[in-house]
């Protein structure tokens, strides 16, 4: 009589069988199972870490960030496979996916990581590529990205580990000028860039932590399970992309010339390659190693006063948790949110201009209504931003 695998069925004539107290089990089944445990008990060894799936993490930030849906997926599921890729025990080697960020200014990139920093409960380190020299030079060359780090993570080595660095305004470092030349002086541009291939792939780096030189101490870090994300608002790259998708459009008949088109309906969010990104300026060594990109989209008029509403911390929410504290409910008509979001498309900051918009206007609002104990109830309107009217009910 033959036995058979209880899982598969594969009898002991094609494997070998382990046989238990009712039944038998084949290697191949054995292996899956152990896989199948040691993927279950992930986020019993990711000790300290919110490990949330793709959908929560995104459920998470949609609380916080308006728009963006389709960044916030992929980025969602980046993080996710990041921290997986952490506490795999697979045979198949996982590489990590360092995750570059593109959009305006105001779009939300930094924002986004520092949501996804507190969702998550792991030290983050917000950098500014423009501040970075390359070693040798005066300033912060890329090892004080991970001593900040190591700070944020308050000196626990194996926490930040574990964390999260941005490097905001990484194409202000890119070795071409708007040009497509090569910049002649290059101390914080393609140096820099080749500074940070030693840290941002799998490296042991030697620090020198400490409050002042005297209690600086040795300590080592790696950087394997460092999740990088590196963002800019690449200006111009737009015109990368329209001149690489319409010369593969364009057709030369005998002796004509080519003539590049102008399509303006090409949507370039979802076109962005590494080879654009390498045109732009940054060396392709630096750009194979963040194989994920994701573009922010500008923010339109309805996104900016969403942004000033919906949010579980949003910019309006703020003032009235602040007035509330003075005894007056506070309440923002219509207008005086499509003003503000107006005015913040005017300026072209995107979501950063919003509280600069609402901050200058609230000011006299602030000092006078603490004063007033007969005001309970405060309307703000267009006209109260503008002072031109004053609209209260009591």
Not at 189 to 211: A, N, R, T, Y
Not at 221 to 236: E, R, S
């Amino acid at each position: 009589m033959n036995n058979e695998c209880s899982l598969c069925g594969t009898s002991d004539k094609e494997t070998k069988l382990i046989e238990g107290v009712d039944g038998f089990i084949c290697y191949n089944c054995a292996e899956s199972s152990v896989e199948a445990f040691q993927d279950m008990d992930i986020e019993n060894k990711l000790t300290g870490i919110n490990f949330l799936r793709p959908h929560e993490i995104k459920a998470e930030l949609d609380k916080y960030l308006i728009g963006q849906d389709e960044a916030k997926k992929i980025f969602s599921v980046a993080v996710y496979n990041h921290y997986k890729r952490i506490n795999s025990q697979s045979k198949v080697s996982i590489q990590k996916s360092n995750i570059l960020l593109t959009g305006p200014t105001g779009s939300g990139k930094t924002y986004m990581m520092q949501t996804l920093a507190d969702i998550l409960n792991v030290p983050i380190y917000i950098a500014d590529a423009t501040s970075l020299t390359q070693s040798g030079y005066v300033g912060n060359d890329v090892e004080t990205i991970l001593e900040n780090l190591l700070l944020r993570a308050n000196g626990d080595i194996e926490r930040a580990e574990k964390g999260i660095i941005y490097i905001d305004e990484i194409d202000k470092i890119t070795s071409k000028n708007s040009n497509g030349q090569r910049n002649s002086l290059d101390v914080g541009g393609e140096g820099v860039q080749q500074s940070l291939l030693k840290i941002i792939e799998d490296s042991e780096v030697h620090l020198k932590v400490g409050k002042n030189v005297y209690e600086k101490r040795k300590v080592v870090m790696q950087t394997k399970n460092i999740l990088f994300v590196c963002g800019g608002a690449f200006v111009g790259l737009e015109d990368i992309i329209k001149k690489r998708i319409n010369n593969k459009d364009n057709i030369t008949i005998g002796f004509a010339t080519n003539v590049i088109k102008t399509d303006e309906s090409i949507s370039v969010t979802n076109e962005i390659t590494e080879q654009d990104i390498i045109n732009y300026g940054l060396i392709p060594e630096l750009v194979g190693r963040i194989p994920v990109i994701t573009t922010l989209n500008p923010l339109t008029r309805q996104d900016l006063a969403d942004i000033l509403v919906k949010p579980k911390n949003s910019i309006i929410k703020q003032y009235q948790a602040l007035l509330k504290m003075d005894g007056v409910k506070v309440t923002f008509d219509a207008s005086a949110i499509d003003y503000i979001a107006e005015e913040a498309i005017r300026k072209n900051t995107g979501a950063r201009g919003l509280k600069s918009v609402i901050e200058k206007r609230m000011y006299d609002l602030m000092f006078d209504l603490p004063q007033n104990n007969d005001i309970t109830d405060y309307i703000v309107t267009k006209e109260t931003l503008l002072n031109k009217k004053m609209v209260e009910l009591i």
